[in-house]
């Protein structure tokens, strides 16, 4: 016997009498052995020497050397008396997804396949009450089953004595009272409230209360489901004030898509292409989802921080989506379509958010909420979207992760290995979007947050397809309906030419009959100095003058014929690029210079090189002498020339009849006349 136990593990269970004492951990160098009473959880220490005379004398036995069976027999911690039905049938069930993921390992596949393989297990028999888990979960009772043995997979709580207490009628309102009654008090903490709720309870000597103390976790879960102002929240420490500001709160129970949206940019660790074989540059993301079913309705891709243009071309794209020809460019499979009317969007105190442009979505019926400062509990789900694309963006190749720092990004590291462009991350993204964020199962602390009581296992795919088939949202408002809400007004003098607006001249028939008919606006005593107008902050193209009279709104247009929608920043940028490179303020010009830096079409800058006059002029002669060249080769003369042998020369050799070729003839540079 003494021989068997030199090979020791931890797990391994010696029996005496009605007590049972597994090995907890093995010390040789010390040689000593920890065990664990499984009844009342008491660990001692134990000589290896003692431990061997033991199990000789018979004060001992050694559960294996009588059962026969191996270190990892499940009969360990299922022939364990205190062990509920419920906490063996887990075990059972975790114990079975251990030995799968060792049994798919040796075959070959990789761990993270396996991880996600096990964690569609289904329990046997499958109406025993056993959680769904995720493959994180199953990774981790891996984890713990290699460094600890099967004693590690039993379940938390898991002895007899030990359920959930449920509180009655009576306790609940004595600690109601009891929280209402120190509520003045500048400080309140959890620990305090349930000491005096006690002391009250043992005062008492109503039949109706037992005399089973409250726990602390009774006293917590009652302080968060109570109506909490702000005011009273920020008595209690910051970790119990998020999760009463967050749960408490009226406004989180959405039942419906569309109700309510959170929304919030972010910068991505990784380093794009301008272009192919562009420039690298950083990239931004503007992220809104949906709080009723956790489903991303956008990401929209930025190269510089977004401004409230930016969130206003999200928030457009939550409400329409992506359409049919999108996905199938995309090559999506999980197709979910979905468009509606946002009732209610959720910002920060961002200047992206905080402008005229974005909060003229009140008119569309749309109600801006601005969450409180430092306050990413008022968001949460926005703030877990942002954080899972941040995870997927970091492993793409250009990543600025840093593994040594990581508040410091790596710009150097992201831009040697850059080789993405800005539309391929754009279309990545909404790959991950549909193929993969929103097939996750969501946990049980994001749903808390709505307060529907749902637990694991549901996916934004499964509860937006599920609500969709009881409930129809209102159709998004028009393109034009967006245009008009999200336009912005200024006032702007009325000239002869018309109306200039940040350096962009404004025309129409409608404007010049205007101007025979009021004159300049500041020269007229009918009419204000200045007229109204009101100018579009994703489109530049048109603007709307409200007559000084009528007040009906006269379109006036751009003098550049622009075949895109441009933002105002976008114009200036193409506009001065356009006079860089082209020399040129033509509409042609500024539609190439568009497709070059907005759309990211660096082959057409490839074909507009400068070049000096000098060159031109070069270039110039060089097309005239080919010209003459040309005409040359055209005459007979030339065409039927032959070197003709004499008798005193040896005769060569001719080539085959053939005309000349234009590339093997160099021109000649010409000589210049001396100035004077």
């Known amino acids: ?23 907890v951990a093995i010390n040789r160098a010390l040689n000593q052995v920890q065990l664990q009473n499984a009844h009342s959880e008491q660990r001692e220490f134990v000589d290896l020497s003692q431990l061997y005379t033991a199990v000789a004398e018979g004060r001992l036995t050694y559960l294996q050397s009588n059962t026969g069976q191996s270190a990892d027999a499940p009969i360990v911690a299922l022939s364990d008396a205190s062990l509920s039905e419920l906490s ?12 799968e993921i060792e049994r798919l390992l040796e075959q070959g596949h990789s761990a993270c396949q396996v991880y996600e393989m096990c964690s569609q297990l289904v329990p046997e028999p499958s109406s025993v009450p056993v959680r769904c888990v995720s493959a994180r979960t199953v990774r981790r009772w891996y984890a713990v089953y290699r460094r600890r043995g099967q004693q590690a997979l039993l379940p938390g709580h898991s002895r007899k004595g030990r359920t959930k207490s449920v509180l009655t009628l009576t306790q609940e309102e004595l600690i109601r009272k009891v929280v209402y009654d120190n509520s003045e008090k500048p400080y309140l903490s959890i620990k305090d409230l349930c000491i005096k709720t006690n002391q009250r309870l043992s005062v008492q000597e109503a039949v109706d209360c037992p005399a089973k103390p409250i726990s602390y976790a009774r006293v917590r879960d009652v302080v968060v489901r109570l109506p909490w102002t702000v005011r009273h929240a920020h008595k209690f420490n910051p970790k119990l004030r998020r999760a009463i500001t967050s749960f408490g709160v009226e406004s989180y129970k959405v039942q419906w898509p569309f109700e309510r949206v959170e929304m919030d940019y972010c910068k991505l660790p990784i380093v794009a292409l301008f272009g192919q074989g562009g420039k690298p540059v950083e990239v931004w993301a503007a992220v809104a989802i949906d709080v009723a079913t956790g489903h991303l309705l956008a990401a929209e891709v930025f190269m510089r921080p977004p401004n409230g243009t930016d969130a206003l071309q999200t928030f457009q794209r939550a409400c329409f989506g992506l359409d049919e020809a999108e996905f199938e460019r995309l090559g999506i499979k999980n197709r979910l379509q979905v468009t509606g009317a946002i009732s209610e969007v959720v910002v920060d105190n961002g200047s992206e958010f905080r402008n005229s442009a974005f909060t003229q979505l009140t008119n569309l019926g749309t109600k801006v909420t601005f969450a409180p ?27 600025t992760l840093n593994l040594a720092d990581r508040s410091a990004a790596d710009l150097e590291e992201g831009a040697r290995q850059a080789c993405i462009t800005v539309d391929t991350l754009r279309d990545y993204i909404n790959g991950f979007i549909f193929d993969d ?86 020269r007229s005593r009918l009419v204000p100095d200045k007229l109204e107008i009101f100018v579009d902050p994703l489109d530049v193209r048109t603007i709307h003058v409200v007559h000084p009279v009528s007040k009906q709104r006269l379109q006036a247009h751009l003098k550049y014929n622009l075949p895109y929608a441009m933002t105002l920043e976008h114009f200036k940028d193409v506009r001065d690029f356009a006079r860089t490179k082209f020399k040129s303020e033509t509409s042609e010009a500024i539609t190439q210079a568009f497709r070059i830096r907005v759309m990211g079409a660096a082959e057409e800058l490839e074909r507009t090189v400068k070049v000096s006059r000098a060159d031109k002029k070069a270039r110039r002669s060089q097309a005239t002498f080919l010209g003459t060249a040309q005409s040359a080769l055209e005459q007979p003369a030339l065409r039927q020339h032959r070197f003709e042998s004499t008798a005193s020369q040896e005769v060569l050799p001719q080539p085959p009849e053939m005309a000349l070729e234009l590339a093997d003839i160099t021109p000649v540079s010409r000589h210049r006349r001396p100035g004077k």
């Open 1 to 23: 016997m003494q021989g068997q136990l030199t090979e020791l593990k931890e797990g391994q269970v010696f029996v005496r009498g009605d007590e049972r004492f597994f090995v």
């Open 88 to 99: 063996k049938a887990e075990f059972t069930f975790r114990l079975r997804a251990v030995k």
């Open 373 to 399: 400062a430092y306050s990413p509990y008022r968001k949460p789900f926005v703030e877990r979207g942002i954080g899972a694309l941040k995870s997927f963006v970091s492993s793409l190749p250009g990543s």
């Open 437 to 522: 964020y929103a097939l996750r199962t969501i946990g049980r602390h994001a749903l808390t947050t709505c307060l529907l009581g749902e637990t694991t296992g549901f996916t934004p795919t499964a509860r937006m397809t599920a609500t969709l088939a009881s409930f129809t949202p209102a159709p998004p408002p028009s393109n034009e309906a967006f245009r008009l809400a999200r336009m912005v007004r200024h006032e702007r003098t009325l000239q002869k030419s018309g109306i200039e607006y940040e350096t962009l001249p404004y025309s129409s028939p409608e404007l010049h009959a205007l101007y025979n008919e009021i004159g300049i606006s500041t």
